[in-house]
């Protein structure tokens, strides 16, 4: 019996995760670069996101550890750190955007 | 008379001479006469082109001497082609040296420590070293491993502290499998790293006590934007712990509490579990973290499991203090259902009891960032206190510990640390031990 209750908690466990999943996979996917003829408006917001780089990074960064310096890592190994801590940190795709813009630029 | 007509011949002979002169003058084409002004004029025209001249035949001597020096045209090709293949073989070499589209990233962090206790606890050094493997194969593909190697008795223990693969699904989601950190545990997700924790030892009931520091199985996770607001979830499923009732296998004081590593998944039971983060204002965070299980023994009564934590954090860079305010809590609890331990009597049973142990800490720490004084801005005191509740079960003791800290940062991620702690114990089992820690610890 414990067996089985343990089966069906696991199965609806990832059935639930599922539907969170495909829910959630519905929403829109940010590309890495911009596509072309963006609007007027959406360039501002990207002009007023990449001013929030360094904002975010202080915040984001800060909130765990010692903030390290853009010239800690190279541009290669600043894509594979904001990857590592985008999982770890529960970053949205905008702040691990954001923030990669502002490392890469940095130095 | 005849010398009048000579006299007259004479000056009829020479006016005639004169006039015939004269006319011979006026006949001869090659000379001319010009005012003296243009004369002079053109005498220094004449001398600034004597002088051009000299300088021109002097440039074209020189010219002359520097074209003898340059090479001949054909060793001028023979330089060129050297260089042309110098240039092919560095290119390869960069070509041959790039990694591609996946990257990989080594990085980690160690420490070196030094503890002393009072009462009889003893003195040692220790060291620790975690690499990090971190392999970015594409924009949304990511694998994570890390390793802790450890000083233990006469050995060094490997483990295998994190192997995960992550999947970037949108910009929400991420799904990720393997080994990885407790979700559900803020502190050893996010502060356990030896340069992070911002004291050389961890705090009581959050890591190697009430909660697991890593679970096996499968996992969603990933920030969401509420307006002003974000939200931070993580839900997993993973093995089960192992409840520790078998009497002949564990002391009697380890009775009624987890294997976590349960890598064998032991009793075949599923855990699910999740944090959920709320930060209302950039410099907050509070969450809150559950995981749920059957944890009886094979061929046992059912036994449920409910671990509950409460988290905080607070960081803020105030000018008015003049550096970073670091404020941590975290207060966890292990609920047990009711079991029969030690059936046979081995070791005085059949017995049970309410397996309820809760625990946590709060931690300040301050650092005067915005002093202009080279040593003291890299100063951060710190204060912790923890505790641990769990007298009524088989381990039959209470903590409490205060922990005073003193840390110098050499660099961001490089810190030595000084603590002294207040050890308190009550009840059958406890002991007491105050502490002096030292440690030096580095991320790379």
């Known amino acids: 019996m414990n067996s089985k209750k343990g089966a069906c908690l696991t199965a609806i466990s990832l059935t639930a995760m599922a539907v969170i999943g495909v829910a959630l996979a519905g929403c829109s996917t940010t590309p890495p670069t911009a596509p072309a003829g963006d609007s007027a408006a959406s360039t501002q917001k990207k002009v007023a996101a990449g001013v929030a780089g360094p904002q975010l990074w202080a915040q984001n960064c800060g909130r765990c550890h010692n903030i390290r310096s853009p010239n800690s890592y190279s541009d290669a190994q600043w894509d594979v750190v904001l990857l590592h801590m985008r999982v770890r940190a529960n970053l949205t795709a905008e702040e691990h955007k954001q923030i990669l813009a502002f490392m890469k630029s940095a130095h | 008379m005849k010398l009048i007509q000579v006299i007259s011949g004479a000056c009829m002979l020479a006016a005639t001479t004169i006039l015939v002169s004269a006319q011979d003058q006026g006949t001869n084409k090659d000379v001319v006469t010009i005012p003296k ?112 190697a450890e000083l233990e008795g006469h050995d060094t223990s490997l483990a295998l502290e994190m192997a995960q693969i992550s999947y970037v699904m949108n910009d929400y989601l991420t799904l990720g499998a393997g080994k990885f950190l407790n979700p559900m545990n803020f502190f050893v997700e996010r502060q356990h790293m030896a340069w992070v924790n911002k004291l050389p030892d961890k705090p009581l009931a959050v890591y190697d006590g009430l909660l697991s520091e890593a679970v096996v199985g499968a996992q969603l996770r990933g920030g969401v934007p509420l307006g002003p607001t974000k939200l931070g979830y993580a839900f997993y499923v993973a093995n089960a712990p192992e409840l520790q009732t078998d009497s002949s296998s564990v002391s009697a004081t380890d009775l009624g509490t987890f294997e976590f590593d349960n890598f064998d998944n032991v009793g075949k039971h599923v855990a699910v579990g999740g944090r959920v983060g709320f930060l209302p204002i950039p410099e907050l965070e509070v969450g809150y973290g559950f995981q749920v299980s059957s944890v009886d023994p094979p061929g046992g009564d059912s036994v449920n499991s409910l671990m509950q934590s409460v988290d905080l954090s607070y960081v803020r860079e105030s000018s008015r203090l003049k550096g970073i305010v670091n404020l941590k809590a975290q207060w966890v609890w292990s609920h047990v259902d009711k079991f029969a331990y030690d059936p046979d009597g081995a070791i005085g049973g059949p017995f049970s009891f309410n397996n309820n142990r809760d625990g946590g800490y709060v931690q300040l720490a301050y650092r005067p960032s915005r002093v202009e004084n080279a040593v003291i801005k890299n100063l951060e005191p710190v204060f912790r206190y923890d505790m641990l509740n769990q007298v009524h079960t088989p381990s039959g003791f209470d903590e409490q510990r205060y922990t005073i800290g003193l840390n110098y940062w050499l660099s961001p991620s490089a810190v030595i640390k000084a603590a002294y702690q207040f050890d308190h114990q009550t ?9 002096v820690f030292l440690q030096f610890a580095t991320g790379f």
């Not at chain 2, 005498?43 to 000299?54: A, C, F, G, S, T």
């Not at chain 2, 009840?427 to 105050?434: I, V, Y």
């Open chain 2, 427 to 435: 009840g059958p089992n406890a002991e007491r031990h105050n502490a």
């Open chain 2, 37 to 148: 002004a243009q004369y002079q004029k053109m005498l220094d025209e004449h001398q600034k082109l004597l002088e051009e001249m000299k300088e021109m035949k002097a440039f074209k001597a020189r010219m002359e001497e520097s074209m003898k020096k340059v090479a001949p045209q054909a060793e001028t090709d023979q330089a060129l082609n050297d260089l042309e293949k110098e240039v092919k073989v560095v290119k390869q070499m960069a070509k041959d040296s790039f990694p591609g589209t996946t990257k990989m990233l080594l990085t980690g962090y160690g420490s070196a420590g030094f503890t002393a206790q009072d009462h009889g606890g003893g003195n040692s050094f220790s060291a620790t070293f975690n690499p990090i493997f971190l392999w970015k194969m594409s924009d949304r593909l990511l694998f994570e491993g890390e390793l802790e």
